[in-house]
């Protein structure tokens, strides 16, 4: 599909409510508005970070107010924002450091995002390293599961990812097996952050940030319950989150870094389209286009009917709102 007009704005002007932020994710609510939501802090791992939501309603991004776990006072870090079939809106995001100690939190808007309950653990006693999505969006299946990209991280480097399936609408959550991972350079590859969709025949499938040099795929034909191994594609990747959705008409428009080498290669910024399936993808749009020693990263996308809601990151300073529309 061809794009007919673009409109691309920062949610709040750089710097202003905090002085670091990364990590947004984006939900079209209807009616014209949007909400958005990211981590923010002093730096991305500091005791200070909370998370930070915003609503944009006739053309205007409302003032970011924050939710943070009550207690002790550790990062926030990765939200997630799901629509339930109810109208209910749920936040996942992760809580704790370092990394693989993360837990899992949640809290729930019944009002279209204008305040959200109390945080709570998503699944109690759970030692994975952060359970639900862990960057990018949980998808809602045909038959109505409700599937969630998750990965887990350690202290060597042991990435490896997964889907967490709930039967209930996003409240509960069962672990599927691991992604088996290939071994490139003689070691296995690190794989994390997927992001997924479903096709017309029901199987489902998962793009993957890797530390490779390239995005890898998996895939399923029992709903994410089981996944074959990993496998490379030829789309670059420099260690940095990607994230796509499926129209409805079953194309696949995946936003990603084109590039390789360095960890933190994080420029530009690219919009690809796929048309078999996510088989082959071609470049259809520059979200970003400068190069260098920048950083436009950790996008996520939604597609809703001919429109495309894509936030991502610039600079670590601000978070960019990008609303395409497709012809």
């Known amino acids: ?54 609503i944009r309603d006739n053309e205007k991004w409302a003032e970011p107010y924050s939710i943070a776990v009550d207690g002790e006072a550790l990062p926030h870090w990765n939200p997630v924002l799901f629509k339930r079939e109810n109208g209910e809106i749920i936040l996942y995001f992760k809580y704790g450091k370092p990394i693989p100690n993360w837990v899992t939190y949640y809290c729930i808007s019944k009002d279209g995002g204008k305040s959200f309950s109390k945080p709570r653990v998503l699944v109690p006693g759970d030692t994975d390293g952060g359970r639900g999505p862990v960057k990018n969006k949980a998808i809602r299946l045909k038959n109505g599961v409700v599937v969630a990209p998750a990965s887990k991280e350690t202290i060597t480097r042991n990435w490896k990812c997964f889907v967490d399936i709930s039967y209930d609408d996003g409240l509960t959550f069962e672990h599927s097996n691991f992604v088996l991972r290939p071994k490139k350079n003689l070691k296995k590859v690190g794989m994390i952050q997927p992001t997924l969709w479903e096709d017309d025949n ?17 895939d399923s034909k029992n709903g994410g319950k089981t996944w074959c191994k990993g496998y490379e594609t030829e789309m670059l990747n420099p260690n940095s989150g990607i994230d796509l959705d499926r129209h409805e008409n079953g194309n696949v428009y995946l936003v990603m870094n084109p590039t390789t080498g360095k960890w933190g290669d994080r420029a530009p910024l690219v919009l690809l389209e796929s048309t078999d399936n996510g088989e082959t993808f071609e470049e259809i749009f520059k979200c970003e286009s400068t190069t260098g020693d920048h950083e436009f990263s950790y996008p996520a996308i939604v597609a809703d009917g001919n429109t495309l809601h894509i936030t991502f990151t610039h600079e670590r300073e601000g978070i960019v709102y990008e609303r395409i529309e497709l012809e």
């Open 1 to 54: 599909m061809k794009i007919k007009s673009s409109l691309k704005e920062f949610i709040y002007p750089p710097k202003t409510v905090t002085n670091s932020c990364h990590a947004s994710t984006v939900l079209p609510l209807g009616d014209g508005k949007v909400m958005a939501a990211w981590f923010g802090g002093s730096a991305e791992g500091n005791d200070d970070v909370k998370i930070w939501v915003s």
């Open 202 to 218: 029901g199987g489902l499938h998962m793009l993957i940030r890797t530390d490779e040099g390239h995005i890898y795929r998996s």
